[in-house]
């Protein structure tokens, strides 16, 4: 049976149809206390793969619950769906006395999951915190399905590390050159932009990346295309969490359109990951 969280239902109804499973039923409620409930009244199976996104505490909350409600209604097996991983960006700890985050959050899923399967999480590292078996999915190359006709396309990524993510959706695509911009980060909101060598100008470019936070980084590369000439500029991202005035400032900055999966429900998730995660699930 496929368990959604709140924030994964439509992916995890896509995903049920993708296996031929049945889709649990799930209450989601909220005390006058602020401590929330999710409950699976009528779950009757052996096995249960929950889908659950993480994109708040609340969220990281919820799928602990589904964990034990499963658990408790009888099943013997439970697969752990993490579309979107929050808190996989705390994978260190960045000053004295600071949380590993991503641990301390993979070892609380870890305690009543027999397995997780995560969908690009930023640094595949982050797996080795779980304490059960993990498996990672690369759902770039779906990115690659709500892109128009591009003319002369090139795929560009905002910093070195994310390179993969531009040459998998240009592989997936059929055509194109990539490249990646030099980033310095000065703060969480912070990035200087500095443009890379490749010829933009009168070309369509696709800046594409794991995850859209605070759109900060994105905005500031659309603005340096816009300003150096490129026709016609696309974001497109794995995740597209778009915290805060994320949406203003890619529109302020020149964006024409932005595409992401349904790892965060968004607007712009105009493509779905259940494909791959069910090949992943089936193998």
């Given at each position: 049976?496929?368990?959604?969280?709140?924030?994964?239902?439509?992916l995890?109804?896509?995903?049920?149809?993708?296996?031929g499973?049945s889709?649990?039923?799930?209450?989601?409620?909220?005390?006058?206390?602020?401590?929330?409930?999710?409950a699976?009244?009528?779950?009757d199976?052996d096995?249960?793969?929950?889908v659950?996104?993480?994109?708040?505490?609340?969220?990281?909350?919820?799928?602990?619950?589904?964990?034990?409600?499963?658990?408790?209604a009888?099943?013997?097996?439970?697969t752990?769906?993490?579309?979107?991983?929050?808190?996989a960006?705390?994978?260190?700890?960045?000053?004295?006395?600071?949380?590993?985050?991503?641990r301390?959050?993979?070892?609380?899923?870890?305690?009543t999951?027999?397995r997780v399967?995560?969908?690009?999480?930023?640094?595949?590292?982050?797996?080795?915190?779980?304490d059960?078996?993990?498996?990672?999915v690369d759902?770039?190359?779906?990115?690659a399905?709500?892109?128009?006709?591009?003319?002369?396309p090139?795929?560009?990524?905002p910093d070195?590390?994310?390179?993969?993510?531009?040459?998998?959706?240009?592989?997936?695509?059929?055509e194109?050159?990539?490249?990646?911009f030099?980033?310095?980060r000065?703060?969480g909101?912070d990035v200087?932009i500095?443009?890379?060598?490749?010829d933009?100008?009168?070309r369509d470019?696709?800046?594409?990346?794991?995850?859209?936070a605070?759109?900060?980084?994105?905005?500031e590369?659309?603005?340096?295309l816009?300003?150096?000439?490129?026709k016609?500029v696309?974001c497109?991202t794995?995740?597209p969490?778009?915290?805060?005035?994320a949406?203003?400032k890619?529109?302020?900055?020149?964006?024409?359109?932005?595409?992401?999966?349904?790892?965060?429900?968004r607007d712009?998730?105009e493509?779905?990951?259940?494909p791959?995660?069910?090949?992943e699930?089936e193998r």
């Amino acid at each position: 049976m496929l368990v959604p969280g709140a924030s994964s239902q439509a992916l995890a109804a896509a995903l049920a149809a993708e296996l031929g499973e049945s889709l649990a039923a799930v209450e989601y409620d909220r005390f006058p206390d602020g401590e929330t409930l999710a409950a699976v009244p009528d779950f009757d199976a052996d096995a249960a793969t929950i889908v659950a996104s993480t994109a708040s505490n609340d969220a990281y909350v919820e799928l602990l619950q589904l964990q034990d409600a499963v658990r408790e209604a009888g099943a013997s097996e439970v697969t752990t769906v993490i579309p979107y991983m929050g808190y996989a960006r705390q994978d260190k700890a960045f000053e004295a006395g600071h949380p590993i985050s991503a641990r301390a959050v993979a070892r609380a899923v870890s305690t009543t999951a027999d397995r997780v399967v995560l969908v690009n999480p930023h640094e595949d590292a982050v797996s080795e915190f779980f304490d059960v078996p993990v498996d990672i999915v690369d759902a770039a190359g779906r990115l690659a399905e709500p892109l128009p006709a591009l003319d002369d396309p090139l795929f560009l990524s905002p910093d070195s590390g994310a390179i993969g993510i531009a040459e998998t959706v240009r592989d997936a695509y059929g055509e194109g050159e990539t490249d990646y911009f030099e980033k310095v980060r000065h703060s969480g909101t912070d990035v200087e932009i500095t443009p890379s060598d490749a010829d933009f100008e009168g070309r369509d470019v696709v800046i594409t990346d794991d995850i859209i936070a605070t759109g900060s980084t994105m905005s500031e590369a659309v603005a340096v295309l816009a300003d150096g000439g490129a026709k016609r500029v696309f974001c497109a991202t794995v995740h597209p969490l778009l915290a805060r005035n994320a949406r203003t400032k890619l529109a302020r900055a020149g964006i024409e359109r932005v595409v992401g999966t349904d790892t965060i429900e968004r607007d712009v998730s105009e493509v779905s990951v259940a494909p791959v995660l069910a090949d992943e699930l089936e193998r």
